[in-house]
């Protein structure tokens, strides 16, 4: 993932930027997890844990005869001290192996849409996994943002901001509608008893989430990527998304979880 958008941004916007995404996220994914019932004993690995509070909640879960690994590509947000049974793992997922049918639970946030190759870091995802055990894949689906607005009048500069910033990502291969072919994807392995759960929300100018696309947009404006973006129409977008009376409809929220048959699990044969 060396082509990661927020890769040179400094640790401390960083790790709030991860922080606001866990404050608005992490309620979601817990409650994806409960409908599944994560056991005691369980071995779990955590894939590009970030700032760690999904790891942390995983590893009060499973207690003392449980293990956690969590692992990202640079773990300058991860501390395990306070849990023995939490291991932090430096880990590429596109390039560096895992252990075959090693855990019984594995979670995937917001990763697979940065990847090159999302075939290749499912299909060891998939192996990684016991047979009978669950994986859960949460990313986005950014087809509904920004398709509604209110005011019409303000939507304008949020909608062009994002479609010049849209053009820019896919340049660096991230893929904003992921979400919507996971259940394929899954089903293509061979898992069982699939779930779908999209979540869509109606947000306002100055909440997290608005918070969140500004701080992205940013990063991209840093970085020069988008730099032949008209300035008066940015400075429009960001003032709208800061403004409590602009609401919009924010990108789908899109979890797929199953369990593992017990058979092979045959490789992908269709991109993502």
Known sequence: MSHYYANAEKDSLELSRRKLVEGIQDDISIDRFHRIGIRNGWKCLEVGAGAGSIAYWLSEQVGATGHV???DINLRFLHSDEYSNLETRKHNIESDALEENAFDFIHCRNVLMHLENSLNALNKLAIALK????????EPDFSTFPAEGQPQNSLASV??????MEAVVSSKRMNLYL???LPQALDNLGFEDIVIDERYTIEHGGSKAASIHCRGWSIL???GTASALPEEVYASAIEHMNDPGFSFKNA???GVWARKSAGAVPKLLASL
């Open 252 to 254: 789908a929220n899109v």
């Open 69 to 71: 690994t969590a692992t």
């Open 131 to 138: 047979p009978h055990g669950y994986i859960v894949l949460e």
């Open 179 to 181: 979400g919507r072919n």
């Open 221 to 223: 404006m840093k970085s």
């Open 159 to 164: 909608r062009q901001v994002f479609r010049y």
